[in-house]
């Protein structure tokens, strides 16, 4: 069964940055692809980054943000620097294997001065 637990989300000003962390259970990172979606107010869920950087990261991460992961621990992070207050969002982590995603219930961060 898999489960995916955000964490590590809040507020936060301008310019900062903040790590943001993905614990998964029933999941084995070499056999789903892991990555992570972001959703505004008002807005479509949407891509930005994955684990492996085969699917590339959005226009908007612009080298700002970077996915990583805890084979150990069995965690995938998302670490955003430089952030800006149209990053914030609810953001996902996702598993995907076989055509089927996984999401975990989202942490929110909020960008504001």
């Known amino acids: 069964q898999v489960q995916l637990v955000e964490s590590g989300g809040g507020l936060v000003q301008p310019g900062e940055s903040l790590r943001l962390s993905c614990a998964a259970s029933g999941v084995t990172f070499n056999r789903y692809a892991m990555s992570w979606y972001r959703q505004a107010p008002g807005k479509e869920r949407e891509f930005v980054a994955d684990l492996t950087g085969a699917g590339g990261s959005a226009d908007f991460v612009k080298g700002r943000f970077t996915v990583s992961a805890d084979n150990a621990k069995s965690t995938v992070y998302l670490q955003m620097s430089s952030l800006k207050p149209e990053d914030t969002a609810v953001y996902y982590c996702?598993?995907?294997?076989?055509?089927?995603?996984?999401w975990g219930q989202g942490t929110q961060v909020t960008v504001s001065s």
């Open positions: 996702c598993a995907l294997r076989g055509g089927v995603r996984f």
